[in-house]
């Protein structure tokens, strides 16, 4: 299709026809991803309005576009609930290093925030939109996007703003680590944060996050600024066990958090919290498959009742990919995920990590957000690691990609 063919107005109809498997993530009796196959969707008004079997399409509009992908397999746009998107600089040499035998640590972070307060708003800006296209056209077309690579009152505020021209899912993470400048004063850095910073934060925000961990913040720290957001009403998200056992789990369970990300060291008492809760556990194996860390173990998770969520963490230090794809692979290869478990995680499972309803399924009233890939099945995104499988991609029923 040429570019011309790409635009379509989300408030025109649109039947997609010759579905040869849809995964709707509606859950039938055995089948969590409810999947139908030759199947269709209507489109209307940039939301679902009609799911089911191709012989039993309704009547549409006259002027609605007809599209047969021809047997492809159809899915709900990937939802990619942890990035950190705005920012400036590379860090391609730490990278390198890593790879010859230097162990990840969070004193990175330092290098990226000192080159986000250098760069420009157009800079940023231009930034973050090139990596919007580059997520359409891997098939996300949810994205939560965390400021923290700021960590002064006008940066933090200013990468909200920025975030938020491109998405209405950003968090607050000043707490990300405490800047060089208030090395000798922590305490002094968690009032600003849980002051001034929050309050020039928040109008453009829907979350909050903490980086909980050995090297950013305790427990006790963490709590608070948690405390602090949720009274201005954000929602609550860790950032917990990545580095090795920790209050994280704990924390976020406690605080009604909404997920808990990274999850890479839990104790027995870690999953049962988990199991126990509506805090869902996001797995971010792009930052294994860079940091060379062992990967969580998404089955002992699963087999426990415990929500998971797959994101792509896609930051400049520790996971610099933005592919939902690749996600979804390293699961069923080295998390053990089924595909069908990994689908889910990183679509519903997503939208359950921004406690979304209008995302992450193909059902009725769902936000049109369609993914089609070039390819018989879902198997193919874990079969297929690498090849660049999304052929068309409608976001709220607009199509934002067409291969």
């Known amino acids: 299709m040429n570019a011309d063919a790409v635009s379509a107005v989300a408030g025109m109809a649109t039947l997609i026809t010759g579905i040869g498997e849809l995964t709707t993530n509606d859950p039938g009796a055995d089948d969590p991803c409810g999947t139908l196959t030759d199947a269709a ?3 209307e008004g940039g939301r679902i309005s009609w799911v089911g079997d191709t012989a039993r399409v309704p009547s549409v509009p006259a002027t609605a576009e007809v599209v047969d992908v021809a047997g492809r397999a159809v899915l709900p746009g990937f939802v990619d609930s942890h990035t950190h998107l705005v ?6 040499d730490e990278f390198e290093a890593r790879m010859a035998g230097r162990p990840y640590t969070a004193g990175g972070i330092q290098r990226t925030v000192a080159a986000t307060r250098a760069a420009s708003d157009a800079e940023l800006s231009a930034r973050v939109r090139g990596f919007v296209a580059e997520l359409h ?16 009152v006008d940066d933090e505020a200013r990468l ?12 607050f993470l000043g707490a990300h680590v405490v800047p060089a400048e208030y090395a000798e004063d922590r ?10 910073m929050l309050t020039a934060v928040a109008p453009h925000c829907r979350g909050i996050d903490v980086f909980c961990e050995r090297g950013a913040f305790d427990e006790e720290e963490s709590r608070r600024v948690l405390a602090a957001g949720a009274a201005r009403g954000l929602q609550p998200r860790v950032h917990g066990n990545q580095l090795g056992e920790g209050p994280g789990v704990a924390l976020a369970v406690a605080v009604g958090a909404a997920s808990v990300d990274h999850c890479t060291f839990l104790s027995d008492a870690d999953v ?8 869902v556990a996001t797995l971010l194996p792009g930052v294994e498959f860079s940091t060379r860390q062992p990967y969580p173990d998404a089955r002992r998770l699963l087999d426990a009742g415990v929500t998971v969520a797959l994101a792509s963490d896609c930051n400049p230090g520790s996971s610099f990919t933005s592919s939902m794809p690749l996600m979804i692979a390293l699961a069923v290869r080295e998390m053990g995920m089924t595909v069908a478990e990994a689908v889910w995680a990183a679509t519903a499972g997503g939208a359950r990590a921004l406690r979304r309803t209008d995302v992450g399924a193909v059902r009725v009233g769902a936000r049109a957000d369609l993914v089609v890939l070039d390819a018989p099945s879902r198997t193919h995104l874990a079969y297929r690691p690498g090849v660049p499988l999304v052929t068309e ?3 709220d029923g607009a199509r934002v990609f067409a291969a």
């Open 187 to 196: 305490a002094g850095y968690v009032d600003l944060v849980t002051s001034a």
């Open 137 to 152: 056209r891997q098939g996300t077309t949810t994205v939560e996007i965390k400021t923290g690579y700021g960590l002064t």
């Open 87 to 92: 920012f400036g600089g590379d860090r391609a």
């Open 41 to 43: 969707v209507l489109v």
């Open 272 to 279: 049962a919290l988990l199991a126990g809760s509506d805090t």
């Open 160 to 171: 909200a703003r920025i975030a938020r021209e491109v998405t209405d899912e950003v968090t």
């Open 393 to 395: 991609v409608w976001k």
